[in-house]
């Protein structure tokens, strides 16, 4: 398995043949603070990159989590309609929130290292 | 607004060590929440003891002189000559159409034998209110030298009462004048999370060592804004710019139990004429309390509509309730709407179902006189 890529909109991917994982960053988890509910997207959902995909509400605000690739949504995690706050506990593993089956992998390859995300958070 | 532009209160470096986050609010760098984020600073509160620093508000302190009073009287509805002594006073300023520019709480305070009236006002109306008591009143002082700490929660009273020593006849709404440290305390039984608590007006020097003698003793945990939103909510209360603003008059927001209607007869208040006649015509919105049947969160500015799509009301506040474990909020609905049929918000290009629910969500705990 391939190691994580980051996206400007604070998500990690994770490939695994022609499938990516896909969740926020644990630095975005801090910054929307206690996630309260999750609207999963359906399996079998076509998207693109960059399109909303879902919305995270926390108990500040309602955030929109965007697609980091073009692809179909082959599962989503379950779990976190009962309890959105796993993604607070442990939103790089435990908290993943959907799969992806990708076409394209120059899209994948373009997105961030962990070097280069921890970089952009600098910024 | 830059950062830069923000204001900071006096214990923000004590607040950044115990790993506040800040947001802008109403000019002010606040904290929102500490490390145990929101939730657990709410639970903490109905549970247990929080502290709640708020001194971004408004402190004003005005010799009570019949000049003064006669001039604090043309805005706000209360009878200053005959209200009790040692009692806070939920009240406004409102301007000539009745609007409210702020809601404040007033109390009658003696301190070096003369009489004042202390009031607390909100942080996001200052530069406003501030303007009137600078046009109208004399002698006044605006309190910048002290912070106001919130202590909140059905811990507080033991808390507070091991250091201060209160004294046992002290109720909801009481306010005492309490040496510590050669140092006078405004301590009112008072707050804004529906729990039993006191509201501190003390010395910026003396803050920290009462803060941290109260941490270090008690089941007690720093809390932010956020948490106290959430809590107010829960407890029905009003929030300035939320539910109440100058377009608004006390009526229209079900706040008329806080006028004293003697008051509204008295030319000498600007909008006694307005009011007098709004007190008795029948109201045209009500506040509803509201929850949603799907796992979504009611926030302000969404718009109520009813089966045909019509909107009939609005969301003034909303939030999770980490108490009910599901979303709540307050708003206005037209009182003639049809409340036998299904009502909805609009979020994010859906209709969500919404149900009304009693104001407050959850049971006040205030310690009242028997």
Redesign the interface.
């Known amino acids: 398995m391939a190691e994580k890529k980051y996206t400007e909109e604070h998500e990690w991917v994770k490939l695994d043949g022609d499938t990516v994982t896909v969740g926020i960053t644990n630095h975005a988890q801090e910054s929307l ?2 996630i ?2 999750i ?1 999963l997207p359906a399996v079998g959902k076509q998207v693109k990159a960059k399109e909303e995909l879902l ?1 995270i ?1 926390s ?2 605000a ?1 955030s929109d989590i965007y697609s980091p690739l073009d692809g179909e949504v082959t599962e989503i995690n379950d779990n976190l ?1 009962n309890d959105a706050s796993i993604i ?1 506990q442990d939103s790089e593993n435990e908290g993943w929130i959907f799969k992806l089956k990708i076409c394209n992998s120059d899209q994948y390859n373009s997105l961030m290292s962990l070097e280069q995300y921890l970089k952009f958070l600098e910024k | 607004m830059t950062e830069e532009a923000l204001q900071n209160i006096y214990l923000k470096d004590f607040h950044k060590k115990h790993y506040a986050k800040f947001i802008s609010f109403a000019g002010y760098n606040m904290p929102i929440n500490y490390k145990h984020g929101i939730i657990n600073e709410h639970i903490h509160v109905r549970n247990h003891t929080g502290i709640f620093d708020v001194s971004h508000m408004g402190q004003i302190l005005i010799p009570l002189s019949n000049e003064n009073i006669s001039a604090l009287e043309s805005y706000i509805p209360l009878d200053l000559q005959n209200i009790k002594s040692n009692k806070c006073h939920y009240s406004f300023i409102l301007n000539s159409n009745g609007g409210i520019l702020d809601d404040i709480m007033l109390s009658k305070i003696k301190l070096e034998n003369k009489e004042f009236a202390y009031i607390i006002y909100n942080s996001s109306r200052k530069k406003i209110l501030n303007e009137i008591f600078n046009k109208t009143i004399s002698k006044f002082k605006i309190i910048e030298d002290r912070c106001l700490i919130a202590i909140q929660g059905p811990e507080s009273f033991s808390a507070i009462n091991s250091i201060l020593n209160l004294p046992s006849s002290m109720n909801f709404l009481n306010i005492e004048i309490i040496k510590f440290n050669n140092d006078l305390i405004y301590i009112s039984r008072s707050g804004y999370t529906g729990e039993d608590g006191f509201e501190l007006s003390i010395s910026n020097i003396n803050t920290k060592k009462l803060l941290r003698e109260i941490l270090d003793n008690n089941n007690a945990i720093l809390c932010g804004l956020g948490s106290r939103d959430s809590l107010r909510i829960e407890a029905g209360l009003s929030l300035y710019g939320n539910e109440i603003n100058e377009d608004t008059n006390p009526i229209q927001a079900g706040l008329s139990w806080a006028l004293d209607k003697n008051r509204l007869k008295d030319n000498n208040l600007n909008c006694s004429n307005i009011l007098s006649k709004e007190i008795d015509s029948i109201q045209k919105v009500k506040k509803i309390g509201l929850s949603p049947i799907n796992k979504i969160i009611l926030r302000s500015n969404m718009t109520i509509k009813n089966v045909e799509k019509k909107e009939i009301g609005f969301i003034t506040s909303g939030c999770y309730s980490p108490i009910l474990k599901k979303s709540i909020g307050m708003g206005y609905i037209n009182k003639f709407s049809d409340m036998s049929e299904k009502i909805y918000v609009n979020v994010r290009d859906k209709y969500e179902e919404i149900k009304l629910e009693k104001i407050p969500f959850v049971k006040k705990n205030y310690k009242k006189g028997d």
């Open positions: 603070g206690d309260v509910f609207d919305v509400e108990v500040k309602a309609s607070n």
